[in-house]
């Protein structure tokens, strides 16, 4: 759960979206860990009744 100013700021840009990017890192379990919560609270967020879930591209970056 994201504190309530970041929930905020969360809600107001996915409002009107129709599509979602993650990126995570994957050296970095915790960034593979918050990835997931932002999925789901991007599901959360833009669902809408009778409807699939808007489409969520998990882009995982991978440092040389």
């Known amino acids: 759960v ?3 100013v970041q929930q905020e700021l969360f809600n ?3 409002r009107h979206a129709s599509a979602c990017i993650v990126v995570a890192n994957t ?3 915790q960034s593979l860990k918050k990835a997931k919560e932002w999925k789901d ?3 959360l967020v833009t669902q ?3 409807e699939p ?3 969520v591209a998990l882009i995982i970056n991978h440092p040389d």
């Open 41 to 43: 609270s991007f599901d």
């Open 27 to 29: 050296n970095n379990l």
């Open 53 to 55: 879930p808007f489409p």
């Open 2 to 4: 994201l504190p309530k």
């Open 12 to 14: 107001t840009v996915t």
């Open 48 to 50: 809408v009744a009778g």
